[in-house]
């Protein structure tokens, strides 16, 4: 009787990756960024070619990819956001330096330093070393568990916590995040660490404010590893500096708040615009006094040589928390730029509207170089160039302004001196009703 042959077990895309022996190609890159990493380390470069043969590609037999993101068993994160976090974490390792001048990137460190750091703590690679490389070794593997693993799980950690800051929103959901431990591929030499995405529902607060109830939301940041969903908060003596008794607000901000911010702050993507928010709110928190004596927060952008404010948060107090009510524009006549520019100019709050100027995106459109009296006033004297400049940077090269919008502020400003208004005998009743408006979400 003929024997039945056996049937032949295909192995999966994955399992090939996995089990299959790397190339000298990939191999030699290896070796290469290991050099540079035990250099980076204080060793000397040489030091690596103490080791074998056999020794130097055992270093690499477990392979490490780059952490998964995944989502908490019970909570709900959209697919999108998953995939978002981890193409940005990964774009992140591979662009940004571990050591600049050594040209060791982040995805580097994970890839290379973790298959060493991983090899070095096994009995069976030890058994094989002599003892000068032992000495090696053992020097190598203090700095890869005391120095290295924490810094590369910190440095993971305070990126994604950053992503999930600017995908969080205070009236839908706050995302967080919790270190999963680390998965083992099926074959058992596979290593890669899983982060697993958290979430918390927004908290809402009912507060009255000139005889109108009206809802608000909790601004918090979400789970960092251990540290649990945090509210944030603001010192009461940062807002009145020297008071006797002080004490922390907490921070929520309405609905109204954020469509005006999304409104005004309308010439970057959201999660963007996200950046702004979480960095004023939660941690820059400047405070800033209007020309009729109200406290402002600033809402802020980075750029290079710190933040620069691009409009205000309006806010009231209300026992222990600190409420968000709008965004008023960088130029209203409520803050600080914009009464400057109302009293150079005489524009009230209907001009600005007309010509976009309570909007971001006025100094994106129009090429303000062309109107000599409007650049004196918002490049020359208030310094507001660097709008413009900051957002640059995320334009495509070249971008052209808006002529027709151009031209149109451009006859604006040449019929000015022409009206026959007089807004020196209204400046106080104007701006007080501006202000009243503002807070009452009418501007």
């Known amino acids: 009787m003929s024997k039945k042959k056996k049937k032949k077990v295909q192995v999966t895309h994955h399992q090939k990756a996995v089990l299959s022996k790397h190339s000298a190609t990939y191999l030699k890159s290896c070796y290469d960024v290991a050099r540079r990493i035990l250099q ?59 050591d600049k001048k050594l040209e060791i990137t982040w995805l580097d460190i994970i890839i290379v330093g973790q298959s060493m750091m991983l090899i070095f703590a096994t009995d069976g690679f030890v058994a094989t070393l002599s003892p000068s490389q032992r000495k090696i070794v053992d020097r190598l593997h203090i700095l890869f568990e005391t120095v290295l693993f924490a810094h590369i799980q910190n440095t993971i950690a305070e990126y994604i916590r ?29 290593f890669q660490q899983v982060v697993r995405i958290t979430t918390h529902e927004c908290q809402t607060l009912r507060f009255k404010y000139r005889n109108k109830e009206r809802t608000a939301f909790r601004v918090a940041t979400g789970q960092y590893i251990s540290i649990p969903y945090t509210g944030a908060t603001i010192a009461l003596s940062k807002i009145f500096p020297g008071i006797k008794h002080d004490r922390l607000l907490n921070i929520y901000i309405q609905s109204h708040a954020i469509h005006r911010f999304k409104e005004r702050i309308n010439t970057v993507y959201p999660t963007m615009r996200n950046e702004f928010f979480v960095l004023s709110l939660m941690f820059v928190q400047r405070i800033v006094r209007a020309p009729n004596g109200m406290q402002l927060i600033a809402c802020i952008m980075p750029v290079e040589n710190g933040e620069k404010t691009i409009g205000y948060f309006a806010f009231t107090i209300d026992g222990e928390n600190l409420l968000v009510l709008t965004l008023l524009p960088l130029l209203s006549s409520s803050v600080p730029e914009g009464r400057v520019l109302y009293e150079r100019l005489h524009l009230s709050s209907e001009d600005l509207k007309y010509l976009g100027m309570d909007k971001l995106s006025f100094f994106y459109e129009v090429d303000i170089e062309q109107i000599p009296t409007l650049k004196q006033v918002l490049y020359d004297e208030l310094h507001l160039d660097y709008v413009h400049t900051v957002y640059n940077s995320f334009r495509l090269k070249n971008e052209p302004f808006n002529e027709k919008k151009t031209l149109f502020v451009k006859n604006f400003f040449q019929k000015l001196e022409e009206r026959t208004v007089d807004y020196n005998a209204n400046n106080e009743q104007n701006t007080e009703v501006e202000n009243m408006n503002d807070l009452d979400y009418e501007f």
């Open 40 to 98: 980076s380390l204080g060793e000397d470069a040489s030091a690596f070619d103490s080791f074998t043969k056999r020794q130097k590609q055992d270093m690499f037999r477990i392979i490490v990819s780059p952490p998964r993101i995944s989502v908490m068993p019970g909570h709900k994160v959209p697919k999108q956001y998953i995939r978002y976090v981890q193409e940005e974490l990964i774009m992140h390792m591979k662009n940004v330096y571990f």
């Open 162 to 190: 950053m992503s999930l800051m600017i995908l969080s929103q205070p009236n839908f959901r706050i995302y967080g995040q919790d270190l999963g431990g680390h998965h083992i591929m099926r074959s058992k030499v596979g």
